[in-house]
């Protein structure tokens, strides 16, 4: 399953998925994993949850990051959800249409049994149609 948290900038998407992150680590009988670009949330997550700094890898493409993401899964089969923060930046996706990548972890979700939250820096209004069934929390 795929969930977006959809808000334009400032609008608390962050918080939602850092409160979202800590509750499924507490009834997840496998891992839990939270990519964002950057360390600054590390203290705000439980310390059972996985940080990974997406930009200190070569992730360049969306095409990469959904490679990279392929390979967390890879090596983790205990995984259960993944949460993504900044997913435009992550995914380099800023000002485009995320259509395709939404519904690629879509896919790679139903085949590996993994859930995705995304935080996307996109007002609900600007999703396309395919998109918004998986909006979950719109800010």
Known sequence: MVQ???GTKGKGKTKILLE???SAIKEAKGSVVYLDKNT???YELNNRVRLINVMDYSV???EAFIGFICGIISQDHDLECM???SFLKLAYLEGQDITDAVLTLEEIS???DVNFVL???LDKSDLSDAVLPFVSDAL
């Open 40 to 42: 600054k949330h590390m």
């Open 83 to 85: 949460f993504l923060d």
């Open 110 to 112: 139903r085949k590996f």
């Open 60 to 62: 360049k493409t969306c």
């Open 4 to 6: 977006i948290i959809a």
């Open 20 to 22: 979202k992150a800590n």
């Open 119 to 121: 935080s996307v820096s």
